[in-house]
């Protein structure tokens, strides 16, 4: 599931993004007959016909992490990682319209039929075998790039902050709050510096990540890279990939699991958050930290 704290755009707030989506396409030359929202939170996706892109778009205030996103993405495709591109008619980068800010995507079929929702998943049908290579490609392509990103220590450190403060998670029950603060200071300290190495990783590999296409698997929303070890990211996709990702640490990935989910929980009870069906993730991502616990 998505992990970063949402916002979700209020609907006159979404009809001025797509408006603008819209006319930026139109500006740049592309055909637009029709614009059909297919993701909406705190940035929404829109796929614009007949041009075939995918358009992102954000409160300005997003202008540099997109742009991050953008040239990530550009850079992985230099180097043959199986991931999405921005469209290649147009001049890669961010452009802004009326307080928004945009970007445009190839748009992928997703191979069994259907539209592929960019964010909700519909890559779960791959195989595990079939996602496990998909993202062996991406780390190797990711090992051949030069990037500042951050360790996957600050998102971590960002994860026990927000539990720790009261005004930042008001709703967050006290033993659950002791639940989190100490399983991620606990799991934290016990998974730092371990792992094959150190290297750039995704930072957010889970389903909704990856496009199942007639191109095979293609990773988006590279903008979430960090640096840590590979069995950061496999514990994003599930359960049964890691044990076909070759020299995969599988006890390490049980812990960043456990990680994971104390990290999703915190930013699902942040005050802010808006996630789609907050109440029943907050609730879940607690159930699913303490089974991954009792497994341990």
């Not at 637009?32 to 409160?59: E, F, K, M, T």
């Not at 992928?108 to 259907?114: D, F, K, T």
């Not at 029950?173 to 606990?186: I, K, N, Q």
């Not at 950061?232 to 390490?252: F, I, S, T």
Request: with cysteine.
């Amino acid at each position: 599931m998505p992990g970063g704290k949402v916002e979700v755009m209020e609907a006159s707030e979404v009809r001025r993004a797509v408006d603008a989506a819209r006319t930026i396409a139109v500006r740049l030359g592309l055909p637009v007959d029709a614009a059909v929202v297919v993701h909406d939170s705190d940035r929404i996706a829109v796929r614009l016909s007949p041009c075939g892109v995918l358009a992102r778009v954000a409160p300005s205030s997003w202008y540099e992490g997109m742009g991050f996103e953008v040239a990530v993405a550009r850079r992985l495709a230099e180097v043959g990682a199986p991931v999405g591109v921005p469209d290649p008619r147009v001049e890669a980068g961010v452009h802004v319209r009326d307080g928004f800010a945009v970007t445009l995507w190839t748009y992928y079929e997703h191979r069994r039929g259907g539209a592929v929702d960019e964010q909700l998943g519909m890559s779960s049908t791959l195989a595990p075998a079939e996602y496990a290579r998909a993202l062996a490609r991406l780390h190797a392509a990711l090992r051949r790039i030069e990037l500042a990103a951050p360790p996957i220590a600050v998102r971590i450190a960002d994860w026990t902050a927000s539990v720790g403060d009261p005004q930042a998670t008001p709703d967050l029950p006290e033993p659950d709050r002791v639940l989190l603060g100490d399983t991620l200071r606990r799991v934290g300290a016990a998974v730092d510096g371990s792992g094959s190495g150190t290297q750039l990783v995704h930072g957010e590999p889970h389903p909704g990540n990856v496009l199942d296409t007639a191109a095979g698997p293609l990773f988006v929303d590279v903008g979430t890279c960090q640096r840590g070890p590979v069995e950061y990211d496999l514990a994003y996709a599930p359960d049964d990939v890691a044990v076909h990702y070759p020299g995969a640490d599988l006890e390490l990935v049980r812990r960043f699991r456990i990680l994971m989910w104390a990290g999703v929980a915190a930013m699902r009870w942040h005050r802010d958050d808006q996630y789609p069906d907050r109440d029943h993730w907050r609730a879940e991502t607690l159930r699913r930290l303490r089974a991954a616990l009792g497994r341990r």
